[in-house]
Nanobody
Framework: QVQVAESGGGLVPAGGSLRLSCQASGFELDTFIFGWFRQVPGKAREAVGCISGNDGRTHYADAMGGRFAISTDIAQNTVYLQLNDLNAEDTATYFC????????????????????????????WGQGTLVAVSP
């Protein structure tokens, strides 16, 4: 079964760090673009950033302030989101997503951008993992 599944969320104190995982199953991640997003109840989903599985090039949303890092472990077929210097405003459910249509852009080597990594471009989503930051 083709799916992605997030894990690693939890309660963390302000200023702390957390690493989230996105396990891909039923396909190899190394030819697709993966995005990370987050959502607070009652608010629109927000893009965090994305990564191309074939070469690890990344793109981050400006609003994230350079505190987060996305990486892959091809052997584990997993995409990671490293969250650093967390604050209460980072409390949200975090999702990863991908789409088979991203393969052409991934393999092209072209830079990633907000449009390529937009949630509307990705159809395969996980259930999310909750990150709660305590004051």
């Amino acid at each position: 079964q083709v799916q992605v599944a997030e894990s690693g969320g939890g309660l963390v104190p302000a200023g702390g760090s957390l690493r989230l995982s996105c396990q891909a199953s039923g396909f190899e991640l190394d030819t697709f673009i993966f995005g990370w997003f987050r959502q607070v109840p009652g608010k629109a989903r927000e893009a965090v950033g994305c990564i191309s599985g074939n070469d690890g090039r990344t793109h981050y949303a400006d609003a994230m302030g350079g505190r987060f890092a996305i990486s892959t472990d091809i052997a584990q077929n997993t995409v990671y989101l490293q969250l650093n210097d967390l604050n209460a405003e980072d409390t949200a459910t975090y999702f990863c997503a991908t789409d088979p249509r991203t393969v052409l852009h991934a393999l092209s080597g072209k830079p990633l951008d907000d449009e390529v990594c937009a949630e509307g471009s990705l159809v395969l989503w996980g259930q999310g993992t909750l990150v709660a930051v305590s004051p």
